[in-house]
């Protein structure tokens, strides 16, 4: 499937963006036509040498590329994706790619 | 699904990467015991300014954390680990962390 990766580094207010994140964000990306699967992390984001500087990993999925793009482009990608700038203080680096299992 | 989640950053030479991950890496990594699922990018990573700085997305995906973490602390897991320093010489970023679908 191809996917959209976004990884959230750590916000200056953690509560504030999980409040924002569940009850405005996901609402706003559920909509984004093509959508086929959509998870989040849950609990910390660890790295090898510990906590990592990542708040929170988003995994959105798509049939393939063409449906990925598609829905980034659409009214609703474009609605999802400006609302990184009401809740993202601490940035966040988005990753789009196909992928197969291997 | 726990997740890990590697982003290999550009190597110096990717073709003698992507031997090197096809014929040797992706052997190691499928011995993990609890391995459950993987799958990596195919054709190039994207970014929302056009091409990132990321090579390949690996995902492994095991049961639980508690899977995950003896997954990496088994040998197989550690002979996996060892081997990202024979090829991963861009670097790579690991990410480990439960998730949830939303």
Known sequence: MAKVLVL???????EAFDKHYASVHIPLAKKIP???????????VGAPTGP???HLVATLY???MEAL???LASSEGK??????ANFADGGAELYFFDTKDV
Chains 1, 2 share one sequence.
């Open 79 to 84: 609605a999802a994706a400006g609302d990184l």
């Open 62 to 64: 798509f049939d393939s």
């Open 8 to 14: 959230y580094k750590k916000p200056k207010n953690a």
């Open 52 to 54: 990592s500087e990542v």
């Open 69 to 71: 793009q598609a829905g």
């Open 34 to 44: 093509g959508l086929k699967k959509y998870d989040i992390s849950t609990g910390g």
